[in-house]
């Protein structure tokens, strides 16, 4: 099993960036998705979730209506689109599967993939 994260980069306030999660070695339809990010001194959060089938997403307060979760599991891949970005929006993004569904702990995310680094800033 493995996820890796990509699309993180330099943004300047107000901006927007697509994050992808590319997945291998599982059936990737079979399980939720979620995306959590750690931001310097801080504690890794849970930022939003994909079901399985991609017909239900989750989002914290903080993101809602800013991003926006999808999924191409023929592809195997899942997204989040992040909008109107702000300083705090700055950290690494990871990308995790979950063995229950979208339970909202990020101790029932089984594998973890690699993080990407958000760094917005003018």
């Known amino acids: 099993v493995q996820l890796q994260a990509s699309g993180g980069g330099l943004v300047q306030p107000g901006g927007s960036l697509r994050l992808s999660c590319a997945a291998s070695?599982?059936?990737?339809?079979?399980?939720?998705i979620g995306w959590f990010r750690q931001a310097p001194g801080k504690e890794r959060e849970g930022i939003s979730c994909?079901?399985?089938?991609?017909?239900?997403?989750y989002y914290i307060n903080s993101v809602k209506g800013r991003a926006a979760m999808s999924r191409d599991n023929a592809k195997g891949t899942v997204f989040l689109q992040m909008n109107s970005l702000k300083p705090e929006d700055t950290a690494v993004y990871y990308c995790a599967r979950g063995a229950y569904g979208c339970s909202g702990s990020m101790g029932d995310m089984d594998y973890w993939g690699k993080g990407t680094l958000v760094t917005v800033s003018s």
């Open positions: 994909i079901s399985a089938a991609g017909g239900l997403t």
């Open positions: 070695g599982f059936t990737v339809g079979w399980y939720a």
